[in-house]
Nanobody
């Protein structure tokens, strides 16, 4: 089975930055991976998509993080989410997900709290 572990969350002031990491037990940038992305879930809200990246490096961002967040990865087993100019409304549990052979795999998530 594919194992995924997120890290890098924490408490940051508004306007600050954090870099999240997603480490998988399989190689990510390969034809076998059909989806890679970051989601977040704020208290009392549904999980929402933040950003995606293809196995060729094509990236997409939701409007609420456009220009502030950057999704990237290496050709091994790690996916990143660089978060800049953080806002209180960015507070959520951030989860990394991948799709391999039609099956979705998720990590436990990492807490990001933006507060003064």
């Amino acid at each position: 089975q594919v194992q995924i572990v997120e890290s890098g969350g924490g408490l940051v002031q508004p306007g600050g930055s954090l870099r999240l990491s997603c480490t998988a037990s399989v190689t990510l940038f390969s034809p076998f991976i059909t989806f890679m992305g970051w989601y977040r879930r704020a208290p009392g809200k549904q999980r929402e998509l933040v950003a995606t990246i293809s196995n060729r490096g094509t990236t997409r961002y939701e409007e609420f993080v456009q220009g502030r967040f950057i999704i990237s990865g290496d050709n091994a087993k790690t996916l990143y989410l660089q978060m800049n100019n953080l806002r209180p409304e960015d507070t959520a549990v951030y989860s990394c997900g991948i799709q391999r052979f039609g099956t979705d795999y998720w990590g436990q998530g990492t807490q990001v709290t933006v507060s003064s």
